[in-house]
Antibody
Framework: QVQLVESGGGLVKPGGSLRLSCVASGFTFSDYSMSWIRQAPGKGLEWISYFSSTGNNVYYVDSVKGRFTISRDNAKDSLYLQMNSLRVEDTAVYYC?????????????WGQGTLVTVSS | DIVMTQSPATLSVSPGERPTLSCRASQSLSGNLAWYQQKPGQAPRLLIYGASTRATGIPARFSGSGSGTEFTLTISSLQSEDFAVYFCQQYNKWPPTFGQGTKVEI
């Protein structure tokens, strides 16, 4: 069955860095776009980054542009999020999410999430 | 960015009732709207896409409707496992954006 397993979260000081990883299984990873979506504690959902299946398109929400970098390794069925210059407001559960075949913005499969806490 | 507004914020219902959740977009979505269910401590789960198409494995008691800027999610007969937070999300234009959620509680 489809599985997305995130790792790499943890406690980091403001200004620090973290690299999140997501390993996919149960489907042909290279056929799908992938996104990262986050959820601050007790808050709603915020899409933050997208990587197309073809590798031709990468998008970011304005609040993370220049600080976060999304990448993927289709040979390893893996998605990554390099997060630099972290801020307190980046504290959230980060979900690795698969886009849909009909539309990239239909988020049909989610990982269990990894918690990133930015605090001094 | 397209702003999604859900109402009400909280809906108090009893099992067997028929709750209706609303979602409004700041501009027309051409039907490119999805609904998700999230239970405490879990990741969201896709319920509906294309405003009215149920995702694989979603029970028939969940139905979506609407067009343009006004959309609705209805649960025909609420089961105990349906108590959760429900989010709408537009994918008509990037970036995809979510509503703030409606909590369905007892």
């Amino acid at each position: 069955q489809v599985q997305l397993v995130e790792s790499g979260g943890g406690l980091v000081k403001p200004g620090g860095s973290l690299r999140l990883s997501c390993v996919a299984s149960g489907f042909t990873f290279s056929d799908y776009s992938m996104s990262w979506i986050r959820q601050a504690p007790g808050k709603g959902l915020e899409w933050i980054s997208y990587f197309s299946s073809t590798g031709n398109n990468v998008y970011y929400v304005d609040s993370v542009k220049g600080r976060f970098t999304i990448s993927r390794d289709n040979a390893k069925d893996s998605l990554y999020l390099q997060m630099n210059s972290l801020r307190v407001e980046d504290t959230a559960v980060y979900y690795c999410v698969r886009g849909g075949m009909i539309a990239d913005g239909i988020f049909g499969r989610w990982g269990q999430g990894t918690l990133v806490t930015v605090s001094s | 960015d397209i702003v999604m507004t859900q109402s009400p914020a909280t809906l108090s219902v009893s099992p067997g009732e028929r709750p209706t959740l609303s979602c409004r977009a700041s501009q027309s979505l051409s039907g490119n709207l999805a609904w998700y269910q999230q239970k405490p401590g879990q990741a969201p789960r896709l319920l509906i896409y294309g405003a009215s198409t149920r995702a694989t494995g979603i029970p028939a008691r969940f139905s979506g409707s609407g067009s343009g800027t006004e959309f609705t999610l209805t649960i025909s007969s609420l089961q105990s496992e349906d108590f959760a937070v429900y989010f709408c999300q537009q994918y008509n234009k990037w970036p995809p954006t979510f509503g703030q959620g409606t909590k369905v509680e007892i």
